[in-house]
């Protein structure tokens, strides 16, 4: 785990998707609130439901059976047997199990909802959550088995079965059964409350952090293919004008205009206008503000959507402790995350897309206006036998594909399922988990980008076709950045490492881009 940097707070204050992330790097650590209104309000919720227990109240999941179970009583006497059940059975997960980033924002975002107060839990169950983020405790939770409603049931019934030192554990890099860390650590497995399994299971803890996670990743994404197209544009011999900012007062959108502006500055243009012979570049570069900026534009509207959901009480049925009111509803349904994701992943897949069909000109001598072939470096007595970019160039061409293949909207695929009871539901984990592999993509084909560009650019230089002192100081220190990890490719050479060291970069948001100095 890296070095914390700073405490995040829960209870009473709005939780941001950079804090989720910060969590998810080991760069925060979480804390409960010391506020004494916060917890009274949570142990509030506990007591009515304690006391509505003692009257013989019927609630839905604590004196019922779950789902199509509803018409199912459980005996008083049973009721605390009933959220083991419900952690046991939902223990199906199946497919990759989720990394410890992913896991960490998973809890912080259980975390974030039921500290809201509306869920009926115990101060115990909120600081277990807390031991296990600040001890870095993560459950081993495997990524399919979610519908997105009732909630992310079978992957956070790993989330509960911790809780109460069953299953496994990821601690210290190694997967170990929960009892024994626990034991080593001298932390008492808890004991679940009548609603509590429903209430850690019944929620979008899931779907929610990892749309955290990527909408920082989209972002930093939208700068970096800004800064490749603007590369691209030089190596081309491009034309400046296309990102004129009166040209784009024309058409005001602000995330776009935006978009044009950082292009426009890393080409000089109103310093070193670049002309071209050609009157308009093809659409990839001239069109490349308006593709990125649909994208730039929709992320407000996105951010607005995750943080409300990840900062809502999302399970069922809602506990007022306060009003003394239990709220049955469907609260569980994770059609906003599914929403945004859905409409994320095909943004981005558009950026691979973009950068895709940038580098096909980049590559071919009868669209890059004299570069060499394959932007290949050797020398003239070495190109017969020199290939340069083009394997890489289909490698472009096949992670863009992938990625183009996946954002089929899995919120239109709803199941009927659990006797239909969950008879139309989100699929928003499914479309977060789409997303991720979209942006696993999109970011293979950028670092491939960015290799490309730069050795495109740097062969102009080599050439003398173009003027280093004429470029813009942002494109030159982008070109110092690329060049002190990645050699001229003038002879052929395995790129793979190279390649897997670039995507790492971009994930952890190395390259300096237009919000990042260096």
């Known amino acids: 785990m890296t070095t914390v940097n700073s405490n995040i707070t829960f209870g009473n204050s709005h939780i941001s998707i950079e804090q989720i992330n910060a969590m998810a790097k080991g760069q925060a650590q979480a804390e409960l609130s010391k506020d004494g209104d916060f917890k009274k309000t949570i142990e509030q919720g506990a007591e009515f439901l304690k006391n509505l227990l003692q009257e013989d109240g019927v609630i839905y999941g604590v004196t019922t059976g779950y789902g199509d179970s509803v018409t199912e009583q459980v005996p008083l006497e049973s009721v605390h047997e009933l959220p083991l059940h419900l952690t046991r059975f939902h223990g199906c997960g199946l497919g990759d199990i989720f990394s410890v980033e992913q896991t960490r924002a998973i809890l912080g975002a259980r975390l974030t909802s039921l500290s809201q107060g509306f869920s009926g839990v ?267 970019f083009k394997a890489v160039q289909i490698g472009i061409s096949a992670w863009t594909a992938e990625a183009l293949k ?14 239909h009871n969950q008879d139309k539901v989100s699929m928003g984990t499914i479309a977060s988990r789409d997303c991720l592999r979209i942006l696993q993509l999109t970011e293979q084909v950028a670092a491939a980008s960015l290799m490309g560009s730069c050795q495109a650019v740097q062969i102009r230089i080599n050439h003398q076709q173009l003027e280093a002192a004429s470029l813009s100081d942002p494109i030159q220190t982008t070109l110092h950045e690329v060049f002190e990890k990645f050699e001229l490719v003038d002879e052929d050479r395995p790129l793979e490492n190279e390649l897997r060291h670039f995507v790492t970069l971009i994930q952890n948001q190395h390259w300096s881009t237009y919000s990042i100095e260096r």
Request: hydrophobic share 40%; net charge negative.
């Open 122 to 388: 115990t101060w115990e169950l909120l600081q277990q959550l807390e031991t296990l983020l600040q001890h870095d405790i993560m459950p081993r939770i495997p990524q399919e088995g979610s519908v997105g409603a009732s909630g992310d049931l079978t992957p956070l019934s790993y989330v509960a079965a911790v809780l109460i030192g069953e299953r496994e554990v990821i601690y210290q890099g190694k997967v170990r059964p929960t009892q024994e860390v626990f034991a080593e650590l001298n932390i008492e497995p808890i004991k679940l409350q009548p609603k509590e399994g429903l209430a850690i299971m019944n929620g979008t803890a899931v779907m929610t952090a990892l749309a955290c996670l990527a909408f920082q990743r989209a972002e930093y994404l939208i700068e970096l293919c800004s800064r490749i197209t603007a590369l691209c544009s030089i190596a081309l011999q491009g034309n400046s004008a296309h990102f004129d900012d009166i040209l784009f007062s024309a058409k005001p959108h602000p995330g776009q205009n935006q978009v044009a502006a950082w292009i426009r500055d890393d080409l000089n243009h109103h310093k070193h206008p670049r002309n071209s012979s050609r009157l308009q570049d093809r659409y990839s570069i001239r069109c490349a503000p308006h593709i990125i900026g649909a994208l730039k534009d929709s992320m407000p509207w996105m951010r607005q959507m995750i943080e409300t959901e990840l900062n809502s009480a999302n399970d069922n049925p809602i506990i007022d402790g306060v009003g003394q009111h239990v709220l049955h509803g469907g609260h569980f349904y994770g059609g906003h995350i599914a929403m945004v994701m859905d409409t994320l992943k095909t943004g981005i897949a558009n950026l691979a897309d973009l950068m895709d069909r940038q580098m096909a000109l980049l590559m071919d001598r009868k669209f890059n206006n004299g570069l060499p072939n394959n932007l290949s470096a050797a020398s003239p007595q070495r190109k017969p036998i020199n290939h340069g």
């Open 406 to 419: 996946n954002t089929m909207p899995a919120s239109v695929f709803s199941r009927s399922t659990e006797c």
